[in-house]
């Protein structure tokens, strides 16, 4: 169910309905600037802001209110100032409801052998032109306010679910240390809420380090 979230000056409102005793899982709605939620939720991968095969107004006749695209694919095309000059990913696919955008960040485990990962950001090879492109924290940022997505992604540290050791707690403190640098550069808190990711592999403690900050 598509409808304006109501005036607030936070960008989400979360109320639980219902919790299992037994195993924690629980029901509960999500209240967006473009969308109402209810969770448990079906979020289609509309990477390049579509979803092949299907028309949005098809997918609103499927009761489907939230998609996630992909900050990455869409900063390089069709590019964050085509997206900015049509008014946002919104407009630019005639979309009336929820957007998720990820950070960009799980091409650093998809295109593991084009990118390199610094403090200041992540260094990849496009694998449209080869052309170098670094990915700061800040650039992610950047893009996803141009995007106007209803929930936006921290630029995080990811590393393979398979890895650990080190390199595991390398990127949880990476993490965090990247969260402050969101935060500080998120420009439109009152329409776009920022959420934070929990790195620290399979390690619980290093997970529960990385939820404490």
Same mark, same amino acid.
């Given at each position: 169910?598509?409808?304006?979230a109501?005036?607030?000056?936070?960008?989400?409102?979360?109320?639980?309905l219902?919790?299992?005793?037994?195993?924690k899982?629980?029901?509960?709605?999500l209240?967006?600037?473009?969308?109402?939620?209810?969770?448990?939720v079906?979020?289609?991968?509309?990477?390049?802001?579509?979803?092949?095969?299907?028309?949005?107004?098809?997918l609103?006749?499927?009761?489907?209110?939230?998609?996630l695209?992909?900050t990455?694919?869409?900063?390089?095309?069709?590019g964050?100032?085509i997206?900015e000059?049509?008014?946002?990913?919104?407009?630019?696919?005639?979309?009336?409801?929820?957007?998720?955008?990820?950070?960009?960040?799980?091409?650093?485990?998809?295109?593991?052998?084009? =990118?390199?990962?610094?403090?200041?950001?992540?260094n990849?090879v496009?694998?449209?032109?080869?052309?170098?492109?670094?990915?700061?924290?800040?650039? =992610?940022?950047?893009i996803?306010?141009?995007?106007?997505?209803?929930?936006?992604?921290?630029?995080?540290?990811?590393?393979?679910?398979?890895? =650990?050791?080190?390199?595991?707690?390398?990127?949880?403190?990476?993490?965090?240390?990247?969260?402050?640098?969101?935060?500080?550069?998120?420009a439109?808190?009152?329409?776009?809420?920022?959420?934070?990711?929990?790195?620290?592999?399979?390690?619980?403690?290093?997970?529960?380090?990385?939820?404490?900050?």
């Open positions: 169910m598509a409808a304006p109501a005036a607030s000056e936070f960008a989400l409102a979360f109320s639980i219902k919790t299992c005793p037994v195993t899982a629980r029901t509960s709605i209240t967006l600037p473009h969308a109402v939620v209810k969770t448990p079906f979020m289609p991968v509309g990477t390049q802001g579509t979803l092949k095969g299907l028309l949005p107004e098809q609103e006749e499927l009761n489907c209110n939230m998609m695209s992909n990455y694919h869409l900063g390089m095309r069709p964050q100032e997206i000059k049509a008014g946002g990913l919104h407009k630019f696919m005639n979309w009336k409801n929820g957007l998720l955008t990820d950070s960009g960040g799980f091409q650093m485990v998809s295109l593991v052998k084009l =990118s390199k990962v610094t403090e200041d950001g992540v990849f496009s694998p449209y032109d080869e052309k170098e492109i670094l990915l700061t924290p800040e650039k =992610s940022i950047d996803q306010n141009s995007i106007g997505a209803d929930i936006i992604m921290q630029l995080d540290d990811v590393v393979s679910s398979t890895i =650990s050791g080190p390199r595991v707690e390398e990127a949880m403190h990476r993490t965090y240390r990247w969260l402050d640098r969101c935060i500080k550069q998120h439109k808190p009152q329409s776009q809420n920022l959420f934070p990711i929990v790195q620290g592999g399979l390690d619980p403690e290093l997970r529960r380090q990385c939820v404490a900050g």
